[in-house]
C-alpha cells in the first residue's frame, strides 16, 4: 500500500532529553512537511522539505530539528529546547513544493512529556 | 505565508441542521484548500479551488471562492453524524507553502 507512516503512535518524553519522530513516505513524493498541531491551533508549519538534502524552517522551527537524507524519510528530532513539546505531530508530503500540491498526511504522533 | 482567519471554530448543529465555515484572507489568494480532520485522526484533503467565484459541489458538500479571491466557504447540507470532524481551510498566495486556518470544529447531536 502507497501512504505515509509515522512512528511511534504515542512518545513519551523526559524533561531534558531530545527525540526523533519517525516519518516515512513510500508515495514517491518530493516534498515533505512536519506540522505540529495543539487544540484550538490547527496546524503549524515547523519545517518543510522540498528535496533531498535540503530543508526550510517553517514559522515555529525553533527547538526543532529535521534532516532529509533519503526521498522517503523525513525524521523529526524535538531538543531539549523545545520547552513546551506536549503536541501531536503530523507529517505530510506532496508531489511536489507550492501553494496548489495537495498534502498527504501521515497518523501522526502524540508526544507528551513527563 | 498567507494569515488566514477561519469561523466559527466550533459549531454545534442538529442532525439535519445545514453547517458553513468561512475562511477569509486581508490578501488575495491564488487558491485555497479545504481538508477534513475526524476525530483522532489526520486532516485529509477534500477540494481546492482556484478560479474567483469557483463553486464545487461533493454531495451534500458545497465549496465557495470569493469573486475576489480574498475568502471562501464550506457549506453542508443536511449535516449527518458521519461529517463530524474538525474542517480547515489551507491558502496560499502562489507559489508559497500553504498557511492552514485554525479549523471549525463540527459537533452533530442526532
Known amino acids: 500500500d502507497g501512504g505515509i507512516t509515522q512512528s511511534p503512535k504515542y512518545l513519551f518524553r523526559k524533561e531534558g532529553q531530545n527525540v526523533t519522530l519517525s516519518c516515512e513516505q513510500n508515495l514517491n513524493h518530493d516534498a515533505m512537511y512536519w506540522y505540529r498541531q495543539d487544540p484550538g491551533q490547527g496546524l503549524r508549519l515547523i519545517y518543510y522539505?522540498?528535496?533531498?538534502?535540503?530543508?526550510q524552517k517553517g514559522d515555529i522551527a525553533e527547538g526543532y530539528s529535521v534532516s532529509r537524507e533519503k526521498k522517503e524519510s523525513f525524521p523529526l528530532t524535538v531538543t531539549s529546547a523545545q520547552k513546551n513539546p506536549t503536541a501531536f505531530y503530523l507529517c505530510?508530503?506532496?508531489?511536489?513544493?507550492?501553494?496548489?500540491?495537495?498534502?498527504?498526511f501521515g497518523p501522526g504522533t502524540r508526544l507528551l512529556v513527563l | 505565508g498567507q494569515q488566514v482567519m477561519q469561523i466559527p471554530q466550533y459549531q454545534h448543529v442538529q442532525e439535519g441542521e445545514d453547517f458553513t465555515t468561512y475562511c477569509n484572507s486581508s490578501?488575495?489568494?491564488?487558491?485555497i484548500q479545504w481538508y477534513k480532520q475526524r476525530p483522532g485522526g489526520h486532516p485529509v484533503f477534500l477540494i481546492q479551488?482556484?478560479?474567483?467565484?469557483e463553486v464545487k459541489k461533493q454531495k451534500r458538500l458545497t465549496f465557495q471562492f470569493g469573486e475576489a479571491k480574498k475568502n471562501s466557504s464550506l457549506h453542508i447540507t443536511a449535516t449527518q453524524t458521519t461529517d463530524v470532524g474538525t474542517y480547515f481551510c489551507a491558502a496560499s498566495g502562489g507559489s508559497y507553502i500553504p498557511t492552514f486556518g485554525r479549523g471549525t470544529s463540527l459537533i452533530v447531536h442526532p
Open positions: 490578501t488575495t489568494l491564488s487558491n
Open positions: 479551488l482556484v478560479k474567483s467565484g
Open positions: 505530510a508530503s506532496s508531489i511536489g513544493a507550492g501553494g496548489r500540491e495537495t498534502q498527504y
Open positions: 522539505s522540498q528535496i533531498v538534502n535540503d530543508f
